[in-house]
């Protein structure tokens, strides 16, 4: 149902946003899991869900290359959520082969799911329990149930659960914490200007191995890389840690205003922030100067799906001057979305949750050259004449710092630029 239209907030964009609680057409938290275990390589991820849950991943990741993948599922037969049977065993059974087979694992997450959810499976008692068996085996659970939440979340619960186990880092080791999943290569480029600046020691949550957790204290700066990490960030400021306010690290104006935003934690002036980027700032600038009269003027409809859609329709707005009709989010948290609200158009239709019906109608209705959506209304839309982008393409592919902006660009240009050559 639609409700009263509250505005945002006091002290940024004034817009009003339109609450929606309805039928929602959006993948679950486990889909997490497809970045997430190729950025912690010695990590394993552990479903504890049903065959329907298998198939989801097996399907999602088929479209993905592995080696050799780290995740698999315990399932969950009927009798087990019947309750006749006992849970803990199929899990501790799996468990053993799979650290007999893979040695190397040193961190096994235990995935809750929607079934796990239902019969009420104590997870957290089931990784206390392998974790004392194990010889120096880390056991984590976090959920990634599709129950009231929406893909991404996945990553913010998983990187919630290990806040917990975090070491403490002593007074006066000012460290800075970037927390979200970036790419390695987005990680190097990023580290290399936050070394000119002064500006470190830099930790990355998740990092490259979640053996290695990062410190966190009262002298830690948490800086977001990713706008799904809501929880994450509290259970950090939490710990005492201090959170950074900025946009988040898309386009040269995100990226710059993103580092400036670590750099003032570390006494840096604004003037040295831009010495150090200009190079790098120049060459995402001349990136986006190749898509822009593509991408100027026309319009674009967001659904809601990743919660990447605000920063990115800032970034469309902002830099490469597209019209936005509606920008829908799963949800909107105002406390950590504060620095991208101020950017945005003061003229703009923002949509928190979802009722897919009626968004549907707004979005036909409004014809937008562009649509942004689930994989699920992508291609109905398409069979309707709208030229869609799949936002979960904008979750896997790296996006993020001034070297990816052209990239960026360059996705929302793609299918506008294939009709237009359809068309001819
Ligand atoms: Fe489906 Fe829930 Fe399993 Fe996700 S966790 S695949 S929504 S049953």
């Known amino acids: ?46 479903i504890v869900g049903s065959r329907t849950c298998a198939h ?92 009231e939440t929406t893909f991404t979340q996945g990553e913010d619960s998983c990187l919630r659960a290990l806040v917990p186990r975090l070491p403490e ?14 790419a390695d290569v987005v990680e190097e480029q990023l580290l290399r200007l936050f070394r000119e600046l002064g500006v470190g020691p830099v930790d990355f949550l998740p990092g490259r191995t979640a053996e290695a957790l990062p410190p966190v204290g009262p002298d830690t700066r948490v800086l977001a890389a990713q706008p799904w990490v809501n929880d994450t960030l509290r259970a950090l400021t939490g710990r005492g840690a201090t959170l950074l306010p900025a946009p988040f690290p898309l386009g040269a104006e995100g990226t710059t205003e993103w580092i400036r935003a670590a ?75 504060t620095e991208e609200l101020k950017l945005l158009p003061a003229e703009i239709r923002l949509a928190e949750g979802q009722d897919v019906e009626r968004q549907l109608d707004r979005c036909r209705e409004a014809g937008p050259d562009l649509t942004v959506c689930g994989m699920g209304l992508a291609n109905p839309l398409e069979a309707e004449g709208l030229r869609t982008k799949w936002s979960i393409e904008l979750v896997f592919t790296p996006i993020q710092g001034f070297e990816q902006a052209g990239d960026l660009a360059e996705l929302f240009h793609r299918p506008l630029d294939r009709a237009q050559r359809l068309k001819v």
């Open 1 to 46: 149902m639609s409700a009263a239209l509250p505005t945002v907030h006091g002290n940024g964009c004034d817009a009003p946003v339109l609450k929606e609680r309805g039928q929602r057409e959006v993948f679950c938290g486990l889909t997490g899991i497809l970045w997430l275990h190729r950025k912690m390589q010695d990590a394993f991820f552990l």
């Open 56 to 147: 989801l991943m097996q399907s999602a990741a088929g479209v993905m290359i592995f080696a050799e993948p780290r995740f698999g599922t315990a399932v969950m037969e009927e009798k087990d959520l019947a309750g006749m049977a006992v849970m803990d065993e199929e899990l501790d059974r799996v468990v053993a082969r799979l650290l007999e087979r893979r040695p190397e694992i040193r961190t096994v997450f235990l995935v809750g799911s929607c079934p796990s959810e239902v019969i009420k499976l104590d997870l957290h008692r089931a990784a206390e329990r392998l974790e004392e068996r194990a010889d120096g085996v880390r056991f984590i659970h976090y959920s990634g149930s599709g129950i």
């Open 169 to 182: 880092a002593p007074s006066g080791h000012a460290n800075l914490l970037v927390v979200g999943t970036l």
């Open 263 to 337: 750099a003032r934690a570390w006494d840096v002036s604004d003037d040295r922030v831009d010495q150090v980027v200009a190079p790098a700032r120049a060459r995402a600038r001349r990136a986006l100067d190749r898509y822009r009269e593509a991408l100027e003027g026309r319009s674009i409809f967001f659904f809601p799906d990743s919660q990447l859609e605000i920063p990115l329709a800032r970034f469309l707005s902002r830099e490469m001057g597209m019209r936005l009709v509606e920008v829908g989010t799963p949800h909107l948290d105002a406390d950590h979305m």
